[in-house]
């Protein structure tokens, strides 16, 4: 740098008209005049140059790791605010810490063989105390280098453990694997994942057809099953339908057998309700008293025998 101004100094010099006695500025004893001012140009020139390169700021959400040139990265991390360097020798390297995303999308197999495309958004921040470390080893662009890698080996590691079925119904233990794994591999580099989540699933159209010809699969079974269930109920209704009647048939013929009464008070109820339908009719109907059975007095069972076998005289229009 000293040389730097030395040149510009003398160059200037070189350029000044010549008019006074000794090559200088007329008026000028010697030319020692000029000579004095541009040293004291540059002496000005120098202090501002220095004011200026030995003070850096640091914003909001920002650390600064210094570089020397005599020792190398200095193991400090400064904060926010103003800070002071030595210039020429020393100078600033800022790097943001506040948390930041990076999405991936990678192609990878299911562990039974099918292909998959997933997409993994993570949010990130390096840890402060380790700057030194990531800038002697990874340098500004650190995201860049480091997690593209290892989220592609990880999501790949991990949906290899699981079929293409188990990523949708166990997305959350998915989830919670891929962000353990990269948490892991990411402490290696001194970066802090604050969130990891698998933003979505895409399945290669064979296997999208698949899935569907087995859900109808499915509907259809299920509504056979539904059918047989039916068939069976209706089954064991009938059954139950007509055990009941052979059981009420049973107890009628017992009460007959203990009270003969009982069937004029059928033949009652029966011709109640044949009188009742004949009423209404609008047609005009004959009929004799035993086949109306209201002839509940004399031999009733041997006239209407007689009448079902035709052995009767007596008939209906």
């Not at 990130?124 to 002697?136: A, T, W």
Request: proline share 4%; net charge positive.
């Amino acid at each position: 740098m000293a040389e730097k101004l030395k040149e510009a100094a003398e160059s200037a010099f070189k350029k000044m008209p010549k008019g006074g006695p000794g090559g200088g500025l007329p008026g000028g004893p010697g030319g020692k005049l000029p000579l004095a001012l541009i040293k004291g140009g540059a002496a000005l020139a120098g202090a501002g140059y220095l004011a200026a390169n030995s003070v850096y700021s640091v914003d909001a959400g920002h650390r600064a790791v210094v570089f020397n040139r005599f020792s190398g990265v200095k193991p400090f991390v400064y904060s926010e605010g103003l800070n002071f360097n030595i210039p020429w020798a020393e100078w600033p390297t800022v790097f943001d810490i506040k948390t930041r995303p990076c999405n991936l999308q990678t192609q990878t197999g299911s562990k039974d063989l099918q292909k998959i495309m997933i997409g993994i958004r993570v949010l990130h921040r390096p840890i402060p105390s380790e700057l030194p470390f990531i800038l002697c080893n990874l340098g500004e662009n650190y995201d860049e280098k480091v997690l593209p890698s290892i989220m592609n080996e990880c999501a790949k590691a991990v949906v290899a453990q699981f079929n293409a079925s188990e990523l949708l119904t166990k997305r959350e233990e998915v989830s919670r694997e891929i962000r353990r794994a990269l948490e892991m591999r990411a402490s290696k580099f001194k970066i802090v994942l604050e969130d990891v989540a698998i933003t979505h699933y895409e399945f290669s159209s064979e296997f999208k057809r698949a899935v569907e010809a087995k859900q109808v699969a499915k509907q259809e079974a299920e509504r056979a099953k539904y059918i047989v269930q039916r068939a069976y109920d209706e089954k064991k209704t009938v059954i139950a339908y007509w055990e009941g009647e052979a059981e009420s048939t049973k107890k009628i013929g017992d009460a007959v057998k203990k009270n003969p009464g009982y069937v004029n008070l059928k033949r009652i109820e029966a011709a109640t309700d044949i009188a009742d339908i004949v009423s209404r009719s609008g047609n005009k109907v004959f009929l004799n008293a035993d086949s109306l059975l209201l002839n509940l007095v004399g031999n009733v069972d041997e006239k209407l025998e007689n009448g079902v076998t035709g052995r009767s005289k007596n008939s209906w229009f």
